[in-house]
């Protein structure tokens, strides 16, 4: 039969062959006796019919016999489901959330992620399994795993698995309209390769860098007063002087000089980012608002290229006007920063028309996490 994925996995099998084992002796067995009492019994063997009213040993076998039938699955079925419950505290614990429709895998590092789970081989890993909205099931079949995921309950369940691959996630709970495209993938690593995806992709926070920070924090002079970079008092508005060697502009700007004695041009002057498209801060805050929605599994309801779905389409959404329905009653409302806030808080407090109320509220988000779905929404003319 070869290796099993999973430790969880020959468990359950074993389970499995011991319960088919039994039912195949007994349908054989049962089987066998009923022929053995249709000829043994037939009428013409016994033409008269004796009256049987009481047998002590054929009531032993048939209580003792089925009782210990019941000890021995329970038996294989307590083992398997132990290891499945219990497991070191130091093992690697991955949250995995239920959503509609797809699974986010949030790591103890702050890693999140909804397209592929990654975990090591020959090391175990805890799975706390969970729902945001109604209830899911996660499925691996590779590894006999199939955990219900139910809103408000966390489940635990510990797993090792012993060869690398990659292996089908699936949701075996009906849970809405999109239930079949919950699909995904877990892929087993080697313990070494698994340490380093995991050491490079934990997010880093973001500091300003020291020359930055030196420049524009204020620093303190010889008798403790605030003084700036250039030398001027904190909060003064004075212009700086030239330095030695150039000569002060009528404007109060400097004119440097260079060792010769002629003038240096100017640098020229900084290209605004209006001018050349969008800033750089822009487009890293479109950029994270592309993978929140890879995170929260947007695009399994909505497109981006202005294809029909579950959701109306986020291209060409921002600034257009949007036909919604509240409290049954038709209004238009143009899309803007407050009303995009306001659907994904709280989506079905104004239904697009057209459309059913089946997005989720995620009125847990940041502020940042926000502005970077709009910046997205935004970005896709």
Known sequence: MGTAASNTASHVDQVMLVILGISVVLFVGIMATMVFFVVKYSRKRQP???????????????????????????????????????????????????????????????????????????????????????????????????????????????????????????????CGLQHAYMVSKIQVMPKAEF???????????????????????????????????????????????APAGGSASPAGKSKATAPGGKPVSPAPAAIPASSSGASPGDAALVAEGEKLMARYACSSCHSSDGSRLVGPTFKGLYGSSVTVLVDGKERTVRADEAYLEKSIREPNAEIVKGYQPLMPGQPNLTAEELKAMIAYIRSLK
């Open 48 to 174: 008269r019919v004796a009256n049987i009213s009481h047998h002590t040993g054929l009531e032993l076998v048939w209580t003792v016999i089925p009782v210990i039938i019941v000890l021995v699955m329970f038996w294989y079925g307590f083992v398997g489901y132990r290891v499945m419950r219990t497991g070191p505290d130091d093992a690697l614990t991955v949250t995995v959330t239920g959503r509609m429709w797809s699974w986010l895998y949030s790591y103890e590092n702050g890693i999140q992620a909804t397209d592929m789970l990654r975990i090591p081989a020959g090391e175990p890993v805890k799975f706390v399994i969970t729902s945001a909205d109604v209830i899911h099931s996660f499925y691996v079949p590779a590894f006999r795993i199939k955990w219900d995921a139910i809103p408000g309950r966390k489940n635990q369940y510990f797993v090792t698995a012993e060869k690398t691959g990659t292996f089908d996630i699936l949701c075996a709970e009906y």
């Open 195 to 241: 340490e380093k995806w995991y050491a490079a992709s934990a997010p880093k926070e973001t500091k300003p860098a020291p020359a930055q920070a030196a420049a524009s924090a204020p620093a303190a002079d010889g008798r403790g007063a605030a003084v700036m970079a250039d030398g001027r008092p904190a909060g003064s508005n004075a212009t700086a002087t």
